[in-house]
Structure formats: C-alpha cells, structure tokens
C-alpha cells in the first residue's frame, strides 16, 4: 500500500507497511480495462455532469481516510475503509458509463460478497485485477477456489515489496 499526496513542494509517495492480519490475494478478471477509451468517456463525463466533482471529492476523502487507518493498522477498520473506496468506484463507474469495471468485477465483487470478503478493483486502468482483502484467510481461500472454478485466475504477487519509501518531485511529475 502507498499513500500519494500533491502539494505545492511537489508528489510525495509513503510506503505504509501491510497489516499483519490483513489476508489478500490478486485475482485476474476477464478482461482487462481500456485505459485511453476510459480517460476519455472520464473526461466527457467531468465536462456534462454538474456532480462530477462532488463524487471525485468524496472518493479523495475516502483515500485520505483509508491511508489514515491503514496507518493505525485497524484489519476491520482497513476493510470498511476499501469497502468505501470501492463502493464509490463503482458509482463512479455506472455515473459515468466507463464501463472499466466490465470484464468481471461485478461478478467478482458479488462472489466476494458472499464469501465475506472485499474484493477491490485495482491496477492501471483501475481495472485491470482485483485485490481480495479478508481479516480471516479461510474466507479468502473459499473465494480463491470459487473463483477458479469460474475462470478467475489467482495472480503470484508478493504485496507490500519494491515500493519505494519516499519519493519526491515537481508537482504532477510522473502522474498521468
């Protein structure tokens, strides 16, 4: 987990440890998400929707308050925090029409459900995997075997290695 904040001195980038009973797994959906045609429906969206900005600032304040309990290292405080955040992205997904969240994470997102466990879209184009997050890795194991028995592919990924602990520049530098 990184905490990215922009300020007038410039992007700053804070590795946060990972909980230690915070259980996750990286599941692969169907399809991965078109990030320029996303950007793009995003950018009309912003211009034609009155409340475009009321959502995206609900979603910052949302970010800002699960970096602040993931430093606390609260596992259930963590998971209401990502349920947050990801219920927002999929408002913001339907609000939108992007449709980046197509290609399997509604159904991921409810075969988590019942399993008890959070399932997060996560990657480049914000879709492009989903990060299960569980404070009881039994649960998370029944989701990994549902899930592959419906094609959702577990992904080998070690979390929390190779982030850096600071990194600093110009404002906007190394954003897209």
Known sequence: MIGFKRNEKGARIVRLDWPGNLHAAVLQPHKSASTVSHVTRFEQWQRDDA????LLKSMRADSRVLV?????GDETAIIDAMQMLTDRMF????RAKLGYLAG???ELRALGAKHGVLVKPCGAGGGDIGIAVSDDAD???ALIAAADEVG???????LGVAVPKVVQGPA???QS
Do not use: I, P, Y
């Open 152 to 158: 959702f592919q577990k992904m080998s990924v070690t």
């Open 139 to 141: 649960r998370l194991a």
């Open 91 to 94: 408002e913001l997904d339907e």
């Open 68 to 72: 602040s309990v993931w430093r606390e």
């Open 104 to 106: 399997g994470h509604v």
């Open 172 to 174: 906007g530098e190394g």
């Open 51 to 54: 409340n475009a900005e009321a």
